[in-house]
């Protein structure tokens, strides 16, 4: 389906992990976490004890000097000693902060985001995309001619909406919150469960939806060729049996595909350029994919390793098991990503949060202990520091996604 989707980070993973398909089973992701941190712990180990030799040397060296100034009693050699000691200590943490760009720049996990995927059968022509943003703007592709993708993916509010969850067509609070359309087409399937298996697929779905746009796609098609102009474009778009239900699919996907964010400070910084992100979110990514542990599912390209988990969410909601079945998928949902994440508050499948403070919140208190939360979930014991740090690096992700407005619309004049 993504044609050029397979990377090296899919062929890593599957280095890594195995089939993909041992991903649900969490134990196993447990053990070969820990066959990984075993691999590089000795490594580490090897780093540290470097380290350690060479930081007893400086230290000796200093106390030397000290000792020496302090015979003679004089007070500017004292001084002078004093001043080398600043300086060591400031070689010392510049060597520290060396040390964990070096080994930030070579964790695999960690991957500057490439081109979004395209897949073979529907590439991004410049009508096509024209056709894809009239149709995502356009109201009359629901049963009351009132909605339209816009109504809940709003391009000023990061291409998600600010509340909790959807309206429902007929009023009323929906089931989840609309998840944001920022790099979308990155994730191997759509929407919180993954019921979707691309864009093209998951476009259909709101439409038909009678809790969203209520239209019916056999009424769908009629309506549209009724309206002047509009069967040329899906000519003029390379389809040249006009207006049907996959075209509608194909279009609107490729018209999400241009809504992205990437080359984030991030990005630049895991091709090498070392300035490229501050001390301060330096260290945030470092806890990143460290002590915090996000990196355990926002990890590879887009910062999501496209799997499920129960994050210990406090709400009823089946997730993937609606989908697999299988209990332990209850309230499992598909690891966000996390480009754009400054833009798109209310957070979390339910919208249940509101600030990305209050999510570095709710990990470090280990989530609101849903019964089936993944043991990968744990109290982080971070320090308000570190809790700054973390939330410094998250915001490099956001970036700014590009802003489509609606275009004219065929039928009116
Ligand atoms: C009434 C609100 C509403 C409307 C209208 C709507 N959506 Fe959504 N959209 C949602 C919600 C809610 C979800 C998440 C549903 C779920 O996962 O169960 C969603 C999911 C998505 C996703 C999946 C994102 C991901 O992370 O995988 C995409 C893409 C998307 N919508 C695009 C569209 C397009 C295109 C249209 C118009 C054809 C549209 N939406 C219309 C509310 C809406
Ligand atoms: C066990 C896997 C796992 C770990 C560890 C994890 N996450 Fe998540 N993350 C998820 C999943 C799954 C979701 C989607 C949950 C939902 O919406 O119900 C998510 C959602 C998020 C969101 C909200 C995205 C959105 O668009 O609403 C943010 C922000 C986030 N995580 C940040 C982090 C940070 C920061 C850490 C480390 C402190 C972290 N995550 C650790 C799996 C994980």
Request: hydrophobic fraction near 35%; charged fraction near 25%.
């Amino acid at each position: 389906m993504h044609g050029t989707a397979f990377s090296h980070v899919d062929f890593y993973m599957h280095l890594l992990w195995g089939s993909s398909d041992d991903h649900s089973s969490e134990s196993a992701i447990t053990s070969d976490l820990e066959m990984r941190t075993l691999m590089e712990g000795e490594l580490e180990n090897m780093r540290k004890l470097l380290f350690i030799l060479l930081a007893a040397m400086t230290i000796s060296i200093i106390v030397a000097c000290a000792d020496s100034s302090d015979s003679t009693g004089s007070d500017t050699e004292q001084n002078d000693s004093a001043a080398q000691g600043d300086a060591d200590q400031n070689d010392s943490a510049q060597g520290e902060l060396e040390e964990i760009i070096d080994n930030l720049l070579s964790n695999e996990l960690l991957v500057p985001l490439g081109d979004i995927p395209v897949p073979d059968d529907n590439p991004m022509t410049e009508e096509k995309l024209l056709l894809g943003q009239t149709l995502y703007f356009d109201t009359r592709l629901s049963g009351n001619d009132e909605v339209s993708c816009m109504n809940c993916h709003l391009p000023e509010l990061g291409y998600g909406e600010r509340r909790a969850t959807f309206e429902k067509f007929g009023g009323g609070d929906g089931p989840r919150n609309s998840p944001t359309v920022i790099n979308a087409g990155y994730y191997t399937l759509n929407f919180w469960d993954g019921r979707a298996d691309s864009l093209e697929e998951q476009a259909l779905g709101p439409i038909e939806n009678p809790d969203e746009m209520n239209m019916s796609l056999d009424e769908l098609i009629p309506k549209l060729q009724a309206i002047e102009g509009y069967e040329d474009m899906f000519i003029a778009a390379g389809f040249e049996d006009g207006i049907t239900a996959e075209n509608i699919g194909k279009a609107i996907a490729a018209f999400e595909r241009q809504i992205v964010v990437t080359d984030t400070p991030y990005d630049q910084f895991l091709k090498g350029e070392r300035d490229a992100l501050s001390e301060q979110e330096i260290r945030g990514l470092n806890l990143f994919a460290g002590k915090a542990a996000c990196i355990t599912c926002h990890q590879g390209e887009n910062l999501s390793d496209n799997q499920f988990y129960n994050i210990g969410l406090d709400n009823d909601d089946e997730g993937r098991f609606a989908i697999t079945g299988d209990e332990t998928d209850k309230g499992a949902i598909r690891t966000a990503g996390l480009y754009g994440i400054t833009h798109t508050a209310p957070y979390m499948s339910d919208g249940s949060i509101e600030t990305l403070e209050e999510v570095i919140d709710y990990y470090d208190r280990g989530g609101d202990g849903h019964p089936n939360t993944s043991p990968l979930i744990t109290e982080l014991n971070l320090t308000d520091d570190e809790k700054a740090d973390l939330l410094a690096f998250l915001k490099v992700l956001g970036g700014e996604p590009p802003i489509f407005t609606k275009p004219e619309m065929p039928g009116t004049e």
